[in-house]
């Protein structure tokens, strides 16, 4: 009679726990899916990125599945649709786009900003949206800013006059890249140069400069991937062969970009590059392996027979790799019915991550040494801690410091 009681309970017991799964009032303890959406795995920053995501989440019990096919707004929406028909919780992405944030939530799928802080139209589109968690990194309006001033007055101090600037997405009205090039203006018309802004600019036209000495010349222009732009990389051409830079600033993935060009034009002695391996390259990325190759490496610009065997590199600002882990922890703390407790007011997150910045090759590696792909800087035990859980109530303001609290010296501190 015990026995013929126990069966029915049993499965009674067993009919309800399914019933509480399907309705989403338990969570099994299964692996949560992340996907990766990204614009290209040839930007060096991202693609480390995602290789140290891919390392950390296996012991964080997190399966990665990666998009690199966003190259624009309309393929972002069919790659994020993709990403989530493949069953993922959540999603990490590069990109800005209110389509990416509306497509994830009518999925009840999670999507966070990362290596940037979403442009203030995602904000006023979807900061009450609890699918759409925030973002991480370098503030706009300070740090981005700050980073092209700075840049642009070392280079000032330490004598260059000749400098070409690669302004990046400027031309599509990148928030991040917009305030980077403010941040040059302003550190070149502090220098003494007119920055002529022309009819109707409004920070998507690079303008000109001049400088009553005559020593001086600086000539702006917009580059990316310089094979998706045909007409911007004739621009490109056009300024490079213009003028006898000494230094070139790009404001973003120098290296990607510029080794499509300068390599190959500046390998050998002309009329008009009569030094050609005197060129050197400034640019915001990360503290990744191509970098490495680009910091400590003789370009093929720079042969001794040129007098120089220096890398082509000679300054970053950079995040260091693992930084990403953030987002990762976000994501995971979300999909674990946790994302509450990272909402202030309701609203989605902005938490500020700043900039390190590498002068010279040798502060460079001594910064990428910091937080390599075999050796990161935020291990999945230092993950584990800001994951929040019944004996672990992480608080707002604990995950918000962790982000913050990112500088070198502080990373350096963490790895003791």
């Known amino acids: 009679m015990k026995k013929m009681f126990m069966l029915p309970l049993l499965l009674l017991t067993s009919v309800v726990m399914v019933m509480l799964v399907l309705t989403g009032c338990v969570k099994t303890p299964t692996t ?19 290789k140290y995501l891919k390392n950390v989440s296996k012991d964080l019990d997190v399966e ?26 959540a999603v990490i992405g590069f990109i800005d786009s209110r389509e990416i944030v509306d497509t994830c939530s009518a999925a009840k799928v999670y999507y966070i900003r990362a290596a940037g802080i979403a442009n203030q139209a995602v904000y006023d589109h979807a900061e ?56 040059v203006v302003k550190a070149l018309e502090e220098w003494g140069f007119t920055h002529e802004k022309g009819a109707n600019y409004n920070w998507t036209t690079t303008g000109s ?14 580059a990316m991937m310089l094979e998706e732009y045909p007409e911007i990389y004739m621009m490109w051409l056009t300024a490079l062969l213009s003028v ?43 503290f990744n392996e191509v970098y490495a190759y680009a910091f400590t490496t003789p370009a093929l610009t720079n042969h001794a027979e040129y007098g120089t065997t220096d890398p082509l590199m000679n300054y970053l600002v950079g995040k260091f790799t693992s930084s ?4 990762l922890v976000a994501c995971i703390n979300a999909v ?46 230092t993950l584990q801690s800001y994951i929040y859980s019944k004996d672990n109530k992480v608080t707002y303001q604990q995950f918000q410091d962790f982000v913050a609290n990112a500088s070198y010296e502080q990373i350096l501190a963490l790895k003791k």
């Open 32 to 50: 949560v899916k992340v996907g990766v959406l990204t614009y290209s795995l040839d930007d060096a920053e991202v693609g480390d990125m995602i």
């Open 64 to 89: 990665v599945i990666v998009s690199d096919a966003a190259s624009d707004n309309t393929a972002a929406v069919t790659e994020t649709e993709k990403l989530i028909s493949n069953g993922v919780d």
């Open 128 to 183: 009450n949206n609890k699918y759409f968690l925030g973002s991480i990194g370098p503030d706009v309006n300070s740090m981005e800013e700050a980073a092209g001033y700075k840049m642009t007055k070392y280079f000032l101090e330490h004598g260059v006059k000749k400098l070409l600037i690669s302004t990046g997405l400027l031309f599509q009205a990148s928030q991040m890249h917009t305030a980077r090039y403010k941040g």
């Open 209 to 222: 400069f001049s400088h009553p000495d005559p020593s001086y010349q600086v000539v702006a222009v917009d």
């Open 244 to 286: 006898e830079f000494e230094q070139v600033i790009a404001l973003t993935s120098g290296y990607e970009i510029l080794s499509q060009t300068l390599e190959p034009l500046l390998a050998y002695p002309n009329p008009i590059h009569n030094v050609p391996g005197r060129v050197k390259v400034a640019t915001f990325s990360s």
């Open 324 to 327: 990403i882990g953030g987002a």
């Open 336 to 381: 674990n019915g946790n994302g509450d407790s990272f909402r202030e007011n309701g609203k989605a997150f902005k938490f500020y991550q700043d900039y390190w910045y590498a002068e010279t090759p040798e502060q460079f590696v001594a910064m990428y040494g910091a937080d390599t792909l075999e050796s990161p800087a935020y291990t999945a035990q």
